[in-house]
């Protein structure tokens, strides 16, 4: 069962797009620069009061967490959600750093100021009577008792708080509400003396209860989310955005560089004029194509969602919108080179077989399974692993051929064989380029038309991994099209930076 982590949630016609770029590129770029903000979100983390970082912190994990059950079927939260690499998970990290650098400076005033820690001390209330049962009344009444706020700001005012004995009494709640898996961390915290790593410390372990009673309720929690997950995650999100107004910062610049994109499309690609036609008669047939020589901002959404299969992690940061599917996306880019590699050696491959050992029954299977086994390797160590490929794929064309009566490959085919598939391991490789070309244009087909009327009309090229294509067009469709109900009025306004008002369209609220 996957596991979440906590802590841490098109081309036009080339040449139709030639004669617009000059024209339409400019006027993009420039007017989403123009709206796009001059800093990313995490510098405005210092301007929110401790209310508002708690508020904050906690509306980024509720959405996270209703986004999961909603996405994925397998779904039960572990310990650090957010990626710590990732704008939002600094994001968060930041605002603890905040927090506890603010409450440090206050605890150090003479004499000591408590304004922070009896917001931090409301907070726990909150979290210990979250975790009640309805039969645990007599529980909620000492919680309420302990720690009435309007008692312990009197004890700060007149300096007779006991911190000890306050102390004491949270960790004892603690204790009796926790599973028993987390008795021996609770047990450690009464060993902490500084106040503010208590206090660091006391948050982090009952974010662990939180997660487990969430765990034990999740499953009769998701028909309900299902049902109304789209509202509630884009009401969430507009809460932050409404606290946070940079936090579209890099979701801007996605949107822009993928109407770039489409002004100004790759005159080289061997594919692009044959794609480009297709994807306009598609988008006729859906009303998204107009006469206007600006793209249809539907069209540039969904070049964005293809750029995200391409996306440069370690140099570009994600689009805000999209964190929370970061990791997946990661795995369906993964997908996407492993077939472009697959389908290419397969075409190699057969072309040195003279295809009748590819019309073998179960040939192009084991070929299929062989290559997948050995590929696993390949982010790791990419040269050694088509080494690997290339010379158990030409074993296998060699000895099949002599065992359906064929001579085997010659010496010079066999090193023909050997180079040409070794090459398959450089991203240049024009086999790959026009196959990796091919399966984007399958998800772009799949975007506008849906998945099943793609599978109609596959690419040239690509009828080996049909079924794959089937699986990873299905789970990248219903992923885009719920971010594109979700955060579908985001989009709608950035966008109106940069097409006329009456060029951009409300998102559709049903799919095919």
Not at 139 to 148: K, P, S
Not at 226 to 238: G, I, N, T
Request: with cysteine; hydrophobic share 40%.
């Amino acid at each position: 069962m996957p596991k979440i982590k906590e802590d841490s949630v098109l081309q036009n016609d080339s040449s139709e797009a030639e004669s617009k770029a000059s024209e339409s590129s400019g006027k993009t770029q420039e007017n989403i620069s123009g709206s796009a903000d001059d800093h990313p979100p995490e510098n405005h983390c210092a301007s929110l009061s401790i209310k508002e970082l708690i508020e904050t912190i906690n509306k980024v994990s509720k959405m996270s967490i209703a986004h999961e059950i909603v996405v994925n079927q397998n779904f039960y939260i572990e310990e650090k959600m957010l990626p710590p690499d990732s704008v939002q998970g600094r994001f968060v990290e930041t605002m603890y750093n905040v927090l506890w650098d603010h409450l440090r400076e206050q605890l150090s005033r003479t004499p000591s100021n408590f304004a922070c820690a009896l917001d931090l001390l409301k907070e726990i209330k909150d979290i210990l009577l979250s975790l009640l049962l309805p039969h645990q009344s007599p529980i909620q009444c000492e919680i309420e008792e302990a720690l009435d706020m309007d008692r312990l700001k009197k004890d700060v005012e007149q300096g007779t708080l006991d911190v000890q004995n306050l102390s004491s009494c949270i960790l004892n709640f603690m204790i009796m509400l926790c599973a028993p898996i987390r008795d021996e961390a609770v047990h450690k915290l009464g060993s902490i003396t500084d106040p503010i790593e208590l206090l660091r410390g006391v948050f982090h372990v009952l974010g662990l209860m939180k997660m487990d009673m969430v765990n034990y309720t999740i499953q009769s929690l998701r028909p309900y989310l299902k049902e109304h997950s789209v509202l509630y995650e884009r009401a969430k999100f507009q809460e932050l955005l409404d606290r946070q107004p940079h936090l579209l910062f890099y979701t801007k610049k996605w949107l822009a560089k993928a109407a770039a994109d489409l002004t100004t499309p790759s005159l080289n690609s061997p594919d692009s004029a044959s794609c480009s036609l297709r994807m306009v008669a598609y988008s006729q047939q859906n009303q998204e194509a107009t006469n206007s020589d600006i793209p249809s901002p539907t069209m540039v959404l969904y070049q964005g969602y293809l750029n995200l299969l391409h996306w440069d992690h370690k140099n570009e940061e994600f689009p805000e919108t999209l964190l929370m599917d970061r990791m997946r996306l990661q795995e369906m880019a993964s997908t996407v080179c492993q077939l472009t590699i697959l389908t290419s050696v397969l075409l190699v491959a057969r072309s040195f077989s003279g295809g009748v050992l590819f019309r073998s029954p179960g040939f192009v299977d084991k070929l299929k399974d062989i290559i997948n086994t050995l590929m696993e390797e390949y982010n790791s160590s990419p040269e050694e692993a088509m080494l690997s490929v290339n010379e158990q794929v030409s074993q296998e064309i060699h000895q099949g051929l002599k065992s359906i009566g064929l001579d085997a490959l010659s010496h010079e085919n066999k090193n023909s064989l050997k180079g040409q598939l070794q090459n398959i391991a450089k991203k240049e490789n024009c086999i790959r380029v026009i196959i990796d070309q091919r399966i984007f244009m399958f998800l772009k087909c799949c975007l506008v038309r849906g998945v099943q009327e793609s599978l109609l009309d596959v690419p040239g090229g690509l009828n080996f991994i049909e079924q794959e294509l089937a699986d990873l067009g299905l789970k990248f469709v219903n992923l885009m099209h719920h971010n594109q109900q979700v955060f579908g009025p985001f989009y709608t306004k950035i966008l109106k930076n940069i097409f006329p008002p009456t060029q951009v369209q409300e998102p559709k609220e049903e799919y095919n």
